[in-house]
């Protein structure tokens, strides 16, 4: 670990849904208004070329909590068991002392709800059962219940209150708390505290004052329409998925959609602004660091398509934000990153060292050289979906300018993003392009065995299936994490001390010959 980073620093990790960097400032955008990521940027190091290794919720973020591939820990979509015998970063920064929070989504599914984690504030917003369960033994087949639709654009606009708002405004207020508590009790131990909101997720609807920040004139609409783009295979098949088709989608939808989508956006953003406050306000910004990213992208209309479940840069390629005590400020950092990294970044961080057995495989590395201004241009990236939407396993390797997609039923895709950002040209069929294609398809072969992954998505789906059934049927035991407060000692009890529980509370403390004067 390099000497210049404190050796046990307080982490706060903030996790958004559904947010492609595209539509950051800091990422370029002209129109979306987020101050305090931006200053976050200009505080830390910025990672251009950063990829969600599975573009759909909970793998993603099983993906990054693990470090480890979904077909290495058979959590491919979903609705898949993560299960309590992997690994976590949070299990890891335990292990090193810390104490370890989470507040908010984490889409954890089956029985264990905390995963290294000691206490979690929220419930999630999300089933953690196996209802969700894909089937791709029928393709053409839609879970109407809980499948994606074209309600969260046909319907996007104003709202006061969402489901999303009401979980989102608790997990805000939750974390801030949390942060107040450690500052006043926890002086002395490190802590890393998880917040995970599931803006700017769809519905694409937020309230008025956060919709006002904006001019609907000024809301840009997609660069790319369904004629400027042939289709792939994949992508024909999210639009029966997603029943892009069942109604017109008008421009009107489309600007009330993305307009919502960057109310959104600065919704989070105000949340961000108060937890950097927070850590200000307590004394602990200088010895924090905060990691701000997201689970995937939105395709936001663009190339006619919506939401995420693709390895196109719009749903693939997120924020990654990494601000740290004595690492760099203001630096930009174009190597090919992923979320399998966050694991062995936050253990060199937190005082250990990701080069030593940590007792699991790794398929990530720790962006300490990169916090320091040490390039690796040649870093590669490795992704998996495994989810809805497929029919078979999809695979993709990103490297240099390349990015390479295949899936048996699909063939390959090869672009070149330096060239072509928006991917419009596939050129794994040019000639001159022959070698470095076939050295592509080659390594899917050694990363990973195709038929074997294949095999094991689809017995998994069946079994869950199985048990989904049988579990919906007599007595109904939920796997959903239930918070409890303490409530017998919260506030003000009268086996305790008004005058200890008033000074205890308060930060800063008064000083010690004011204490117990009523």
């Not at 505080?43 to 251009?48: A, E, M, P």
């Not at 289709?231 to 639009?239: G, K």
């Not at 992954?453 to 579990?471: F, M």
Request: hydrophobic letters at 40%.
């Amino acid at each position: 670990m390099n000497g210049t980073v404190s050796r046990q620093p307080n982490i706060l990790l903030v996790m958004a849904d559904q947010l492609a960097a595209s539509y950051l400032p800091s990422y370029g955008h002209s129109v979306v208004q987020a101050p305090a990521i931006d200053r976050l940027a200009g505080n830390g190091v910025l990672f251009t070329s950063a990829y969600s290794n599975s573009p759909l919720c909970a793998p993603a973020r099983f993906a990054m909590m693990s470090g480890q591939r979904n077909s290495r820990i058979g959590a491919y979509d979903n609705a898949s068991e993560f299960r309590a015998s992997v690994p976590t970063f949070a299990h890891h920064l335990r292990s090193l002392g810390y104490r370890t929070t989470l507040c908010g989504k984490m889409h954890f599914i089956g029985p264990d709800q905390l995963h290294g984690f000691e206490r979690r504030l929220t419930t999630d917003i999300y089933p953690a059962d196996f209802g969700w369960a894909p089937n791709w033994a029928d393709p053409d087949g839609r879970f109407d219940w809980w499948f994606h639709n074209m309600d969260s654009v046909v319907n996007a606009g104003v709202a006061e209150a969402t489901n999303q708002l009401d979980f989102d405004d608790e997990v805000g207020f939750q974390a801030v708390r949390e942060l107040r508590d450690v500052a006043r009790t926890s002086r002395e131990q490190p802590w890393l505290l998880t917040v995970s909101f599931t803006h700017p997720h769809d519905p694409y609807a937020m309230r008025q004052r956060y919709w006002d920040r904006y001019l609907h004139s000024d809301i840009d609409m997609p660069r790319l329409g369904v004629a400027e783009v042939e289709a792939d295979p994949h992508s024909t098949r999210l639009r029966a998925v997603s029943a892009m088709d069942a109604v017109e989608i008008t421009d009107a939808m489309v600007r009330n959609a993305r307009h919502a989508y960057y109310a959104a956006i600065s919704y989070l953003d105000d949340w961000l602004a108060l937890l950097l406050e927070t850590l200000d306000a307590t004394g602990m910004a200088d010895n924090t660091v905060v990691l701000f990213t997201a689970d995937h992208g939105d395709f936001l209309g663009e190339r006619g398509l919506w939401y995420k479940m693709s390895f196109l840069e719009p749903a693939t390629r997120i924020p990654l934000i990494i601000s740290a005590p004595g690492a760099g400020q203001g630096l930009t950092v174009t190597d090919p990153v992923s979320l399998y990294d966050v694991l062995p970044t936050l253990v060199d961080l937190g005082g250990g060292d990701a080069t030593d057995d940590l007792g699991h495989v790794i398929d990530g590395a720790s962006l300490l050289p990169q916090l320091h201004g040490d390039g690796d241009p040649d870093r590669t990236v490795l992704g998996e979906y495994l989810g809805e939407g497929a029919v078979a396993p999809i695979f993709m390797i990103r490297r240099q300018q390349y990015k390479y997609v295949w899936s048996a039923p699909d063939g390959p895709q090869l672009f070149d993003l330096r060239a072509d950002p928006d991917e419009l040209r596939n050129l794994a069929a040019e000639p001159h392009l022959a070698t470095t294609a076939g050295n592509f398809r080659a390594e899917i072969d050694r990363h990973w065995n195709p038929e074997r992954i294949h095999a094991e998505v689809v017995d998994s789906q069946r079994a869950r299936r199985v048990v989904d059934r049988a579990l919906r049927i007599g007595r109904y035991a939920p796997w959903e994490h239930v918070p409890l407060p303490d409530s017998a000692n919260q506030y003000m009890r009268n086996h305790l001390n008004l005058n200890l529980v008033e000074a205890e509370r308060r930060y800063p403390r008064p000083p010690s010959e004011h204490q117990g004067v009523i």
